[in-house]
């Protein structure tokens, strides 16, 4: 990842986006990143924003029940969730450690889970609630 950027605090749903459109631009191709925050702190809007800003025009969903989506895009965009699945050895199945040696740029959602598979070179963002609509977003290079 490039550096350059500063850590935001949002106002919306849209804004998230935007601000995830902008982060786009700081992004390289190898990069892994954990996201962690509680349920609807954005991050997935925030990921619909980094794919948009990376030129991907299909839909992002959040991979909750599917675990992994594969967008098909010039760097390819692997969108992980681990929410419901904590079982490493079925991540290790699943072919997780593959994504982490390609030139595709990895997003894992509720990256707690699978701490302990995670490369050194992740990085951490976390976004949080402050106000109702608020959102705070730390980048941890």
Not at 82 to 100: A, K, Q, S
Request: hydrophobic share 35%; charged share 20%.
């Amino acid at each position: 990842m490039k550096s350059g950027w500063t850590n935001c605090i949002t106002s919306s749903p849209e804004e998230t986006f935007e601000k995830g459109k902008q982060f786009a631009r700081f992004i390289e191709t190898g990069d892994i990143f954990a996201l962690s925050g509680q349920l609807a702190s954005g991050k997935t809007t925030f990921i619909k924003g980094i794919a948009n800003g990376l030129g991907y025009k299909g839909e992002v969903t959040s991979p909750t029940f599917t675990l992994i989506n594969e967008y098909h895009s010039i760097p390819e965009i692997i969108h992980l969730d681990c929410y419901r699945e904590t079982n490493l050895n079925r991540w290790i199945n699943l072919g997780i450690n593959e994504y982490f040696n390609t030139d595709s740029i990895v997003f894992i959602e509720w990256p707690e889970v699978i701490k302990a598979l995670l490369p050194d070179r992740t990085i951490t963002i976390l976004l949080s609630h402050i106000e109702e609509n608020k959102r705070k977003i730390n980048i941890n290079i």
